[in-house]
């Protein structure tokens, strides 16, 4: 079978599950084992999930010893769980950073399955298929399978809530008590994921729809809402609220109620009102940044928009729309800005994307409109790859070939694709871009990021300690000058992190035995510090490498007592 031929069947197969897994596990695996934890927030959640399986307290969230009273538990019960399932069967994965990932690539997974086993009652069976196909490889979303917190896990909550929910629109005769209960339940999971964020989304899209759907001279008032009498409020909302409400009452006793106060008064509304942690962003900054984070299959979305707005008087069009927009411009208003925030629209974008697509008589879109998609396009596929090699010869002073290669796999996507839109073939080449995106994500999350020793200084230093001292318990452990989250899930959260050069002199002269990391910078006061407490120093080594999450070179020297 031609190449072709396979591309435009694939839609029509009556079993998609195997393949649209065969295709998430092929863009999704590279680099999941691989790539070392990250900084900072999947370390964080690392950290603190690790500490759960530990202690067993499956209530309170701890990062060392500190409370980390900022998400609600139900991703570190998930990451606790896989690491249990892992170890029951003999692997062991407590130290494994993959191990806590699964829960991620295992809700992306999900979201992909829902976009397309629940969104055919919304596009058809094809155009579902499809759009499952061009949500896998977007890269946000292969970004969030490789960090192990909520994001991918929150959008398989919402996916199946949305999905359901577009089936009480269309169909809200036939929609279900099983499936209202449904919908509200897997709301509850999502509460206990993200907080609110999950309920958010349907209440989004139902004031939407309720405004656009108001009968034509009507009072403001009157709504027309059968799909909500469909959903059962009356005794969902409770539902919800119920699958959430035990942890939540048992954390505000543990903590004294300081959760409810740090994670309401001090995350949720930090982020609504300043950037937090430095991650300000204009209004206007996802749609910018939208041909990146949808790559590669934004190009296909971009077009199909001017046509999906015109056709927004049709039921299914009108409800992705009302799924979409408002959790954008509601991301787009809110002061933070991170590139994962404005996930849970992607898989209604990918559905009227695949159905423009899949339309033989779809609009074209403006020519400004075909451009700005090509450049997008060829822009990401050609310049990731690019900026992978230049920050190795940057970092390492060396040519790596896998960027090589993966400049190769950018430059004949762009040309398969183009070629494949210049014969109007937009399904074919919706499809053939995802497909197409393995070999050029296979050379970067595989060839090139986990091959950059210098980033990865956490693994390195923790290396270098057990090298030196084998058996080390990481109390006997301190660290001046990187703090990082990775370090703590690669030694263990009782390592000691210390303020200063006199604090490290301090340590090491309280108990025999230790060990003390020194930065650079505080190298010179620890030494004058060891001396006048009259301690011979005894160095075992320099780690130096690049903190990423700082922008600066650190070169960490190990010491102990004689």
Request: hydrophobic share 55%; proline share 7%; with cysteine.
């Amino acid at each position: 079978m031609r190449a072709a031929d396979f591309l435009d069947r694939l839609p029509e197969t009556r079993r998609p599950v195997p393949w649209l897994v065969l295709l998430c596990l092929l863009l999704w695996l590279p680099g999941f084992f691989t790539i070392p934890a990250g900084d900072r927030d999947e370390s964080r959640f690392a950290q603190a999930s690790r500490q759960m399986v530990e202690t067993h307290d499956y209530v309170r969230i701890r990062l060392g010893e500190v409370e980390r009273n900022k998400k609600p538990a139900g991703i570190h019960w998930l990451q606790a769980g896989a690491v249990h399932a892992l170890e029951a069967v003999g692997i062991p994965a407590r130290t494994q950073i993959w191990a806590y990932r699964l829960p991620s690539l295992i809700g992306a997974l999900i979201a992909v399955l829902a976009t397309c086993l629940l969104g055919r009652a919304l596009v058809g069976r094809r155009a579902a298929f499809l759009a499952a196909a061009m949500l896998a490889p977007c890269m946000v979303l292969l970004v969030e399978t490789h960090i192990a917190k909520t994001d991918a896990a929150l959008l398989a909550t919402i996916t199946i809530a949305m999905g359901l929910m577009g089936r009480a629109y269309l169909t809200p005769d036939s929609f279900t008590p099983r499936q209202a209960a449904a919908f509200w339940a897997v709301l509850g999971a999502g509460v206990l994921l993200k907080g609110p964020i999950a309920p958010m989304i349907p209440l989004l899209a139902g004031v939407t729809l309720s405004v656009m759907d108001r009968p034509a001279g009507g009072p403001w008032w009157r709504l027309s809402a059968p799909w909500l009498r469909a959903l059962h409020a009356g005794w969902g909302i409770p539902l919800m609220v119920l699958c959430a409400a035990p942890w939540f009452v048992a954390i505000g006793i543990a903590t004294e109620g300081r959760f409810f106060s740090e994670a309401l008064g001090g995350d949720m509304l930090d982020k609504v009102s300043s950037g937090e942690e430095a991650h300000w962003g204009p209004p206007g900054m996802y749609t910018a940044i939208f041909g990146i984070t949808a790559f590669p299959s934004a190009w296909i979305v971009l077009r199909s928009l001017p046509g999906s707005w015109a056709d927004r008087m049709q039921a299914p069009v009108r409800f992705l729309l009302a799924w979409a927009v408002p959790t954008w411009l509601l991301f787009e208003a809110v002061a933070t800005k991170l590139p994962h925030y404005t996930l849970p629209a992607f898989p209604a974008l990918m559905l009227l994307g695949a159905r423009w697509a899949m339309d033989p008589l779809r609009q074209a879109a403006p020519r400004w409109i075909a451009w700005l998609s090509v450049a997008a396009l060829a822009g990401v596929a050609v310049g990731l790859p690019l900026l992978a090699g230049a920050a190795v010869f940057r970092v390492e002073g060396r040519f790596d070939p896998f960027a090589i290669a993966g400049v190769g796999a950018g430059i004949f996507l762009v040309w398969a694709l183009l070629r494949m839109a210049g014969q109007a073939q937009w399904g074919r080449a919706a499809l053939a871009g995802a497909i197409l995106a393995i070999p050029l994500y296979a050379c970067i999350l595989e060839g090139v990021i986990p091959r950059i020793q210098a980033v990865w200084l956490s693994p390195r230093l923790a290396a270098q300690v057990a090298a030196v001292a084998p058996g080390l318990p990481a109390r006997d452990f301190g660290v001046v000058g990187h703090h990082e989250p990775s370090l703590q899930f690669a030694m263990g959260g009782d390592i000691r992190l210390l303020r200063d050069g006199a604090a490290a002199a301090d340590f090491l002269a309280d108990a025999p035995g230790r060990i003390v990391a020194v930065n650079d910078r505080q190298e010179a006061a620890f030494r004058r510090a060891a001396a006048d407490r009259g301690l011979t120093l005894r160095e075992l080594g320099t780690v130096t490498g690049l903190n990423y999450v700082r922008g600066r070179w650190v070169a960490m020297s190990l010491f102990k007592v004689e």
